[in-house]
C-alpha cells in the first residue's frame, strides 16, 4: 500500500501570515490532487497537478508538484479566516491501485 | 456542476440494526465509491464499484456490503451496525480512467455522520 504523508497535521496561524503545507511519499504519482474540506462536509476538489514540476495556482493558493512526481505542496499567501478547513492530497498511480489520501493537514486561521 | 447526493446528512441508529446509506450522482460516472473518514485515520476506502452490478472490495469491507443496480445509484449497506461503525461516511464518484478502476478526480457528497448506539 503506498503511503502520502501530509505535514504539519496541525496548523494555526493569524490572518494575513503565509503558510505551506506538505504532501510526501516515496512512490510515483501519475498525478495529485488537492482537496478541502470544511467540518461536516465532503471534501472538494481544489486542483489537480499532473507534469512532474508543475505549479498552479489559485488566487492566493499555490500548489507545485515535485520533479520526480513524488512530493506536493500547497502554498497560500496572505490567509484569511475562509482559508480554515481540512486539506487533503490524494495521489493517483494511473493503474490499477487507483487513489491513494493523506490524512490531511487542519489549518485553522484565526481573525 | 457535478452533484453528488448522500440520502442522509445524520442518522442515529441501534445496535444489530439494518442500515442503508443511499448515494445518487448526475453526470454519467462509472466509477462510485464508499469511505469511512474518522480522526486520526483519514479516509479509508470501504467498496467501490466501476460498473452496475460491479463492486470490488477496498481497504476496509468487513462488516459492510454494497450494491449497485443502476449506474446513477451506489448503496452502501450495514448488515448489523455495531457501535465501531460510528463515522462520516462519504460517497464519491469519477469518470473510469483507462483501465484504472478507481480513476483520477473523485467528486465527493456532502457525507452522512452515522451514531450508532
Known amino acids: 500500500t503506498q503511503l502520502l504523508e501530509q505535514s504539519p497535521q496541525f496548523l494555526s496561524i493569524q490572518e494575513g501570515e503565509n503558510l505551506t503545507v506538505y504532501c510526501n511519499s516515496s512512490?510515483?504519482?501519475?498525478?495529485l490532487q488537492w482537496y478541502r474540506q470544511e467540518p461536516g462536509e465532503g471534501p472538494v476538489l481544489l486542483v489537480t497537478v499532473v507534469t512532474g514540476g508543475e505549479v498552479k495556482k489559485l488566487k492566493r493558493l499555490t500548489f507545485q508538484f515535485g520533479d520526480a512526481r513524488k512530493d506536493s505542496s500547497l502554498h497560500i499567501t496572505a490567509a484569511q479566516p475562509g482559508d480554515t478547513g481540512l486539506y487533503l492530497c490524494a495521489g493517483a498511480e494511473g493503474g490499477a491501485d487507483g487513489l491513494t489520501f493523506g490524512k490531511g493537514t487542519h489549518l485553522i486561521i484565526q481573525p | 456542476d457535478v452533484k453528488v447526493t448522500q440520502s442522509s446528512r445524520y442518522l442515529v441508529k441501534r445496535t444489530g440494526e439494518k442500515v442503508f446509506l443511499e448515494c445518487v450522482q448526475d453526470?454519467?460516472?462509472?466509477?462510485m465509491f464508499w469511505y469511512r473518514q474518522d480522526p486520526g485515520l483519514g479516509l479509508r476506502l470501504i467498496y467501490f464499484?466501476?460498473?452496475?452490478?460491479?463492486?470490488e472490495k477496498g481497504d476496509i469491507p468487513e462488516g459492510y456490503s454494497v450494491s449497485r443496480e443502476k449506474k446513477e445509484r451506489f448503496s452502501l449497506i450495514l448488515e448489523s451496525a455495531s457501535t465501531n461503525q460510528t463515522s462520516m461516511y462519504l460517497c464519491?464518484?469519477?469518470?473510469?480512467?483507462?483501465?484504472?478502476?478507481?480513476?483520477?478526480?473523485?467528486?465527493f457528497g456532502a457525507g452522512t455522520r452515522l451514531s450508532v448506539l
Open positions: 464519491a464518484s469519477s469518470f473510469f480512467v483507462g483501465h484504472s478502476s478507481r480513476g483520477d478526480i473523485q467528486y
Open positions: 453526470m454519467d460516472h462509472e466509477n
Open positions: 464499484s466501476y460498473d452496475v452490478k460491479m463492486k
Open positions: 512512490s510515483v504519482f501519475s498525478s
